[in-house]
């Protein structure tokens, strides 16, 4: 069973990017996804979740209309997409997948997720 986030690198302010989680091992469709980032110096924090039954939670009011979620069930995969990218987004980027809960729970906490992959690191800068 392995969660892997990747996509990241270097962008240019208002840039865009799209961050795939890819799964083997088990189905994200049966999972709630979530993505979280820690900044340098800072904690980890909770960004945007898709709950099993494909609700969307974001959890940073500055990233609606930035960062959209969407799943990909042929291809086993969750993508961050994101634009207008700011340098304040640069981060390291991960994903966690949960399905012990109800169709529609998503969480900003990411010790309540069961499945956690490495991070992806994303730069914003010119």
């Known amino acids: 069973v392995q969660l892997q986030a990747s996509g990241g690198g270097l962008v240019q302010p208002g840039g865009s990017l799209r961050l795939s989680c890819a799964a083997s091992?088990?189905?994200?469709?049966?999972?709630?996804i979530g993505w979280f980032r820690q900044a340098p110096g800072k904690e980890r924090e909770g960004i945007l979740c898709?709950?099993?039954?494909?609700?969307?939670?974001y959890y940073t009011d500055s990233l609606k209309g930035r960062f959209t979620i969407s799943r990909d069930n042929a291809k086993n995969t969750v993508y961050l997409q994101m634009i207008s990218l700011k340098p304040e987004d640069t981060a390291v980027y991960y994903c966690?997948?949960?399905?012990?809960?109800?169709?529609?729970?998503?969480?900003?906490?990411?010790?309540?997720?069961?499945?956690w992959g490495q991070g992806t690191k994303v730069t914003v800068s010119s």
């Open positions: 898709i709950s099993r039954s494909d609700g969307y939670t």
């Open positions: 091992g088990f189905t994200l469709d049966y999972y709630a």
């Open positions: 966690a997948a949960e399905r012990r809960r109800g169709g529609g729970w998503c969480s900003p906490f990411f010790h309540e997720y069961e499945y």
